[in-house]
C-alpha cells in the first residue's frame, strides 16, 4: 500500500519561509503529476501548485513568485518552497500525486496534511 507523508509545517511570521516536503513510499511502478493543495478554516480545498512527470509546473495566481515546487524523482518526493509567507497563506496543505501502483491504473493518492500557519 503506497503512501505520502508530508513534512515541514509550522509556524513562521509574515515574509518568512518554510519548505514542505512530501515522500511517496510502497510499492510505486511510476509517479505522474504531484501537487499541493491547501484548506483554510470554511474555504474549499484549493490547488497551490503542480509538477508533472516531465518537470512543467502550474501555479496558482495567488502564490506566484513567491512558492516554488519541485520534486526529485530519485527520492519520490515533491517540495514547495514558500517565500514571502502572508497571514492568508494559512492553512492545511496536502500533498496529491498520481501513482501506478499495479501496472494497470493509476491511482490518486493524498497525505495526510501538514499546517502551516503564518503571524502577522
Known amino acids: 500500500q503506497a503512501q505520502l507523508v508530508e513534512s515541514g509545517g509550522g509556524l513562521v511570521q509574515a515574509v518568512g519561509s518554510l519548505r514542505l516536503s512530501c515522500a511517496a513510499s510502497?510499492?510505486?511502478?511510476?509517479?505522474?503529476?504531484m501537487g499541493w493543495y491547501r484548506q483554510a478554516p470554511g474555504k474549499q480545498r484549493e490547488l497551490v501548485a503542480t509538477?508533472?512527470?516531465?518537470?512543467?509546473?502550474d501555479y496558482a495566481d495567488s502564490v506566484k513568485g513567491r512558492f516554488t515546487i519541485s520534486r526529485d524523482n530519485a527520492k519520490n518526493t515533491v517540495y514547495l518552497q514558500m517565500n514571502s509567507l502572508k497571514p492568508e497563506d494559512k492553512a492545511v496543505y496536502y500533498c496529491?500525486?498520481?501513482?501506478?501502483?499495479?501496472?494497470?491504473?493509476?491511482?490518486?493518492?493524498w497525505g495526510q496534511g501538514t499546517q502551516v500557519t503564518v503571524s502577522s
Open positions: 509538477i508533472h512527470s516531465g518537470g512543467s509546473t
Open positions: 496529491k500525486a498520481n501513482l501506478l501502483l499495479n501496472l494497470r491504473s493509476w491511482s490518486e493518492n
Open positions: 510502497g510499492i510505486i511502478f511510476s509517479i505522474g503529476a
